[in-house]
C-alpha cells in the first residue's frame, strides 16, 4: 500500500488505510510516479501544534504537515525528479518513500462539519495536499498555488470525490440514475428475467453501482439494491445520502433492501429515485417507503 497509517489517536481508524491509499494512488497517477509511498500519521490539535513548534518553529495549530524526503529544485516536482526520488528508495518498504505528514484530525471534524461532508472525505482531501507537497508541490507564490490545486481538483474527481461551491455533493438525481441504468447490463437474472441495476451515492461523494444476482436455490438470490450496498460497506463507507434503481419496469426496493438502506441511511430524506432502464425515474424518499421504522439508533440505545 502507498499509505502508511499510523492512528495516533483514540478510536478506530476503520477503513481509512484502504481509502487513503486510493487518494495516494490518485495522485501518484497523476504526477505520473509509481512505486512510491509515504506515512500518514493522524494525530490531535496539540500533536501537530508540538510537530509544528519542534519542526518549524511556528508555535501553532494548523490542519496538515508535510516533511518531504527530497528537496525538489525551485519550479520542479516529482516528474522531474526520477533520478534523485530513485536515492530515496527504501528497500525495507520496497519502495521509494516520499516522507510524512501529520493530520490533524480534531481539525479535520471541525472542517468536515463546516463543509457539510464526512470526516473521511475531510482526510482524504488533506492526504491529497500533502501527497502533492511532498511530490514537489506549494503554494508560497500565487502560481505554485494555482498549480497545486488544480492537481488537487484533479484528484478528487478522479477519486469521485466532488464538492459544489455551496459545500454540497455534486450529482444530480440523472446522473446518479444513469449510473443505476449502467451497470443493469450486468445484472444476472436467469429464473426471473427482471434485471435490475442501482447506484447508491455516499455522504463523501463516492458511488457504487451493484445488480441483482439470482440463484438456482432462489432464495439465495440478492437484490441491486444490497448488492450495491455490499460494495460501499466493503470500500468504508457508512453514510448513503442516495440510491437510484433501473429495473426492466419501474420497480421500488424490496421490503430486506428497504430495511438495509435504513441501516446506512444518512436521513430517512434520502432519495430513492427509481424507473424504467433508459426511460424517466420517480423520486421518494426513504421515509416514504418504510414508514414507523426503526434503526440502529431504536437497538443500540436500549437499556
Ligand atoms: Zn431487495
Redesign the pocket.
Known amino acids: 500500500m502507498p499509505i502508511d497509517l499510523q492512528w495516533e489517536v483514540p478510536g478506530d481508524p476503520g477503513g481509512l488505510e484502504t481509502f487513503l491509499s486510493r487518494v495516494a494512488d490518485a495522485c501518484m497517477e497523476l504526477e505520473g510516479i509509481s512505486g512510491a509511498c509515504f506515512a500518514v500519521r493522524v494525530v490531535d490539535g496539540e500533536t501537530i501544534r508540538a510537530l509544528n513548534r519542534e519542526q518549524r518553529g511556528v508555535d501553532q495549530v494548523t490542519d496538515v504537515l508535510s516533511f518531504p524526503t527530497v528537496r525538489y529544485p525551485a519550479g520542479t516536482t516529482a516528474r522531474d525528479n526520477a533520478k534523485r526520488l530513485r536515492r530515496e528508495y527504501d528497500p525495507s518498504l520496497g519502495a521509494v518513500n516520499l516522507g510524512d505528514c501529520a493530520l490533524n484530525l480534531d481539525r479535520a471534524r471541525e472542517q468536515a462539519a463546516e463543509l457539510g461532508h464526512s470526516v473521511q472525505r475531510e482526510l482524504g482531501y488533506l492526504t491529497a495536499h500533502s501527497a502533492f507537497h511532498l511530490m514537489g508541490y506549494d503554494h508560497m507564490t500565487e502560481t505554485d498555488r494555482r498549480a497545486m490545486r488544480a492537481m488537487e481538483k484533479r484528484a478528487m474527481a478522479a477519486l469521485q470525490l466532488w464538492r459544489d461551491p455551496k459545500g454540497g455533493i455534486r450529482m444530480t438525481h440523472q446522473e446518479l440514475f444513469n449510473l443505476a441504468c449502467e451497470v443493469h447490463v450486468n445484472s444476472y437474472a436467469p429464473y426471473s428475467k427482471f434485471h435490475v441495476g442501482a447506484c447508491i451515492l455516499t455522504e463523501d461523494g463516492r458511488t457504487f453501482q451493484g445488480c441483482?444476482f439470482e440463484n438456482a436455490s432462489l432464495g439465495a438470490t440478492?437484490?441491486?439494491?444490497?448488492c450495491a450496498a455490499g460494495c460501499a460497506i466493503a470500500a468504508g463507507a457508512r453514510r448513503f445520502a442516495a440510491i437510484a434503481v433501473a429495473a426492466d419496469e419501474p420497480a421500488w426496493?424490496?421490503?430486506?433492501?428497504?430495511q438495509?438502506l435504513r441501516e446506512f441511511a444518512v436521513s430517512l430524506d434520502m432519495p430513492v429515485i427509481a424507473g424504467r432502464v433508459g426511460g424517466s425515474f420517480t423520486v421518494k424518499t426513504l421515509g416514504d417507503l418504510l414508514p414507523e421504522s426503526f434503526g440502529p439508533e431504536d437497538v443500540l440505545n436500549r437499556e
Do not use: D
Open positions: 441483482n440478492i437484490c441491486a439494491e444490497r426496493p424490496c421490503g430486506i433492501c428497504r438495509v
